[in-house]
């Protein structure tokens, strides 16, 4: 099976830096995704892995490490519109998509 | 807007009923996938679709079914609803793999309470 660890809740300040981590347990999987969702709204992706290593988009990078069980988005220059839930995903396409149970970041100005 | 559409936006029902969800899936893209997101929880995956066929199947109720029709719009069918399938409902469609990457796009969601 497929279990995810993520953070309950972050907060960071505007302009900053901030790494959400999160780990998973699981017997294998092509994809490791990431989404934002403000609250009562859609997911939207952000990012994903499919190797190992940074894929880095825009003021979002995330990293995966499949030997360690680790992945990780980095959030750059923070803003306000950041404040939202960050969820992480793995699946195979045609098979079971597990997501997370998601991090929720404040920022404060 | 992620080009993918959901209705109704908001759905209320008693207890017992039975509704349909319907979800369009966004140009070009083949797969439909189903969630289910209740208040503070994470993201359920509920099933699969990819061209009209079942391909595959999280936690999805007996109560519950799906399909999708051939001109790639997909239904959520929910049965003898009870109080604790009130949730937020979502339907996402990706488009073939390439690389071995495929993101899904999401709609906005049909918010089903029961009462």
């Known amino acids: 099976g497929q279990n995810i660890d993520q953070p309950t809740e972050m907060t960071a300040t505007e302009g900053a830096i901030v790494q959400i981590n999160c780990t998973y347990q699981t017997s294998g999987f092509n994809g490791l995704f990431w989404y934002q969702q403000h609250a009562g709204e859609a997911p939207t992706f952000l990012s994903y892995?499919?190797?190992?290593g940074l894929e880095e988009k825009g003021r979002f990078s995330s990293f995966l490490s499949r030997s360690k069980g680790y992945s990780y988005l980095l959030l750059k220059e923070l803003q306000m519109k950041d404040s939202a839930s960050y969820l992480c995903?793995?699946?195979?396409?045609?098979?079971?998509?597990?997501f997370g149970p998601g991090t929720r970041l404040s920022v404060l100005p | 807007d992620s080009g993918v559409t959901q209705t109704p936006k908001h759905l209320i029902t008693a207890t017992g009923q039975r509704v349909t969800l319907r979800c369009s899936p966004r140009?070009?893209?083949?797969?439909v996938y189903w969630y289910q997101q209740s208040l503070d929880q994470g993201l359920q995956f509920l099933i699969q679709y990819y061209n009209g066929e079942e391909r595959a199947k999280g936690n999805i109720l007996e109560r519950f079914s799906a399909q999708q029709f051939p001109d790639l719009h997909s239904e959520l069918n929910l049965s003898s609803l009870e109080l604790g399938d009130s949730a937020l409902y979502f339907c996402?469609?990706?488009?073939?793999?390439?690389?071995?990457?495929?993101?899904?796009?999401f709609g906005p969601g049909t918010r089903l309470t029961v009462t």
């Open positions: 140009s070009g893209d083949l797969s």
């Open positions: 995903a793995v699946g195979n396409y045609g098979q079971n998509f597990v």
């Open positions: 892995n499919v190797l190992d």
């Open positions: 996402a469609s990706s488009p073939r793999p390439t690389s071995g990457g495929y993101e899904q796009y």
